[in-house]
């Protein structure tokens, strides 16, 4: 849908737009006629990333330096969005993540994790969900992660928060089935980008077979946005892998909410 004032598809919102795969998405929203507002920590990089995009392509954009993983940072782009009725997209793609033991986990580390892929992302997500719903449009483009749906020890903290956006996610969709408003979860698997290296594990010791180039994770989940899925899996092959998981995982709900009896191998029948 376009804007009424500008006539372009209005403004994208790229957390995380300094590096990877929000870099790209940056890239591919301008392509598609997006005024962007791009937001990371490191303002010289969004700078040099804006001017680039302002060469290439015929639309504004913005950026604002803010660190979401901080009360201040977040409030600043929170009132930024709030403050923005052109919002048409919102790409919650910030991220961090680090490898190794919990025991190895400080209380910093876990805390940042949490702040930045939790309580940002739904925050953020808070902040356009009510213009989104008084224009009845929008998109909402979560990224979460290939371990958001299976505990993976490599990444103990990472992998909780990255389920929790899959639940809150599938949560938005549920609430906000009947409207224009369109919300996607992204799960990449692993992925070229600067985030490995940050997370204290080089890429280079993966099999470079298993891993994806940015664009490719970035191009197959727009066309998976455009195909109207709801969960975008870039390098799933067999896609009835995922309607079993979410059937299984329906059956299970329905199976344990709707009896109040302890199940009979405890044994406890009175
Ligand atoms: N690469 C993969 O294999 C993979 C796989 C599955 C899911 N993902 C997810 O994909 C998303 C993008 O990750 P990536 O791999 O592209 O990593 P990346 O290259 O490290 O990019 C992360 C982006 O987030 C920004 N960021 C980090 N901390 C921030 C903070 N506190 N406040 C604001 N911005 C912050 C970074 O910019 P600044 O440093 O300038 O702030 C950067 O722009 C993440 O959600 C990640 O979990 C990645």
């Not at 309580?119 to 909402?140: C, H, K, N, P, W």
Request: with cysteine; proline share 4%; net charge negative.
């Amino acid at each position: 849908m376009s804007n009424v004032n500008t006539g372009t598809p209005g403004t994208a919102v790229v957390t995380g737009a300094s590096a990877g795969i929000g870099k790209v998405y940056a890239d591919r929203l301008a392509a598609r006629g997006y005024d962007l507002l791009l937001l990371a920590r490191r303002a010289d990089r969004l700078q040099a990333i804006g001017a680039d995009l302002r060469s290439r392509y015929p639309v504004r954009v913005e950026s604002l330096a803010a660190d979401l993983a901080t009360p201040g940072g977040l409030a600043l782009a929170v009132q930024k969005l709030t403050a923005d009725p052109s919002i048409a997209v919102l790409v919650n793609n910030a991220g961090a993540s680090r490898v190794g033991s919990l025991a190895q986990t400080t209380s910093e580390q876990l805390s940042a994790m949490v702040a930045l892929n939790v309580t940002a992302l739904s925050t953020l997500t808070l902040a356009v969900l009510s213009g989104f719903q008084e224009r009845d449009s929008g998109t909402i483009i979560n990224i979460g992660s290939m371990v958001g749906f299976a505990p993976t020890a490599f990444v103990p903290i990472y992998g909780p928060t990255k389920a929790y956006i899959l639940n809150f996610t599938q949560v938005l969709q549920q609430q906000l089935a009947d409207t224009g408003i369109r919300v996607q979860l992204v799960a990449p698997s692993a992925t070229v980008s600067e985030g490995w290296d940050v997370a204290g594990y080089s890429l280079s010791n993966l099999d470079p077979a298993i891993v994806m180039s940015t664009e490719d994770c970035v191009d197959a989940a727009l066309r998976g946005l455009d195909m109207g899925e709801l969960i975008t899996l870039p390098s799933l092959q067999d896609d009835s892998l995922l309607r079993n998981f979410e059937t299984a995982s329906g059956a299970l709900f329905e199976a344990a909410f709707l009896t109040g009896q302890p199940a009979a191998r405890y044994g406890l029948s009175r």
